[in-house]
Structure formats: C-alpha cells, structure tokens
C-alpha cells in the first residue's frame, strides 16, 4: 500500500470520527433543551456503550498503528509535537485495551485528561501548520513542526487525525460509555 492510499484511508476514518462525535456533542447540547434530541442520544448511549471502550481502544490502535506507517513505513520524520502526541496517544491504545478486557469504565479517569493533553498538543500543532508565525521554541529545523507533510481534502493534516483521535475518544468515555466499573 502507497502513502497515499494509507494517508487518504486514516483521513476518511478521521473525518468519520469526527461527524459522529460531532453528532453525539450536538444531540448532547440540543438534549438540555429538547426531548426528542435527548432521546435520540439516550438511543445511541444505549447501542454504543456495550462497545464503548473497545470503540475508543480502536481509536487509539489505528491511530498508534497509522503513527507507526506513517513515520517507520512511509518514512516521515516526525516532528517535536508529533513525538508529544505520541507520548499521549500510544499509552491510550495500551490502557483502553486492557480496559475494554476488563470492561472497566472507570478507567475515564485516568484517560480522559491524558486524551486531553493529546488534543490540546494536536490542535496547537495544527495551528502552527496553518499560521507558521505562533512560537515554536521545541521544533528542530530537521523536522519543522510548522511543515505540513502530507495532506489530505485540502486541511486533514497528521495533528488534525491526531487531534480527532483524542477528542473521539473524550467524546466516547464521556457522553458514550456506561458509568460502572469493573471491581474484579
């Protein structure tokens, strides 16, 4: 498989992500202030949270293993903040793994503020791509954080399959995933 077939593939399962947590949010939103949008998320609560960390696992492995092709694979040298993004996102896929055997949801507290740091990373990393300019003191000039090395429908960057990764899996444990945990 080419780097463009892999970088388009992971951009379109990124963008999926990204409506169906962007759906989730909004029925969240719109449930304070209707019903039915209330019971529309309640409907997919009730699908989705059996599955819930094993879909938020399989987040975090597809993007620890696009991670891998991109950089050992497709031989992109990754940057200072892909390395930070890295550092939150490859433990998740490890963590959500053994949570998702164990069906302990508990595990949100422990996951849900490093995939929040990842966001936070992903996002200014998608910013400093976009406007150069922002300050960059940790990037290298081997691998400028600011370059864009590939791109996919015009704005689907690295940082932005990162940053969609992180936010998934935040919006899954937090609005998708049942409220019990496993005591065994």
Avoid: K, N
């Amino acid at each position: 498989m080419t780097l463009l077939t892999v970088s388009t593939f992971l951009s379109l399962l990124a963008l999926l992500a990204a409506t169906g947590s962007l759906v989730v949010v909004l029925l969240a939103l719109a449930g304070r202030w209707s019903d039915g949008a209330a019971d529309a998320l309640a409907s997919i609560r009730e699908t989705v949270s059996p599955i819930g960390l094993w879909l938020a696992f399989a987040v975090a492995a597809v993007a620890t293993a696009g991670s891998l092709y991109f950089s050992e694979i497709g031989h992109l040298v990754p940057c200072t903040l892909c390395w930070y993004q890295r550092i939150a996102m490859y433990p998740l896929a490890l963590i959500l793994g053994i949570a998702a055997w164990r069906a302990d949801a508990g595990v949100r507290r422990y996951v849900i503020p490093l995939a929040g740091i990842g966001a936070v990373v992903a996002a200014y990393h998608a910013a400093l791509q976009r406007m150069p300019g922002l300050p960059s003191g940790a990037c290298s000039l081997g691998a400028p954080c600011s370059a864009i090395e590939l791109e996919r429908f015009g704005f689907v960057t690295i940082p932005v399959m990162a940053f969609i990764g992180f936010v998934s899996i935040i919006v899954v444990l937090t609005l998708l995933t049942a409220r019990r945990s496993s005591t065994s």
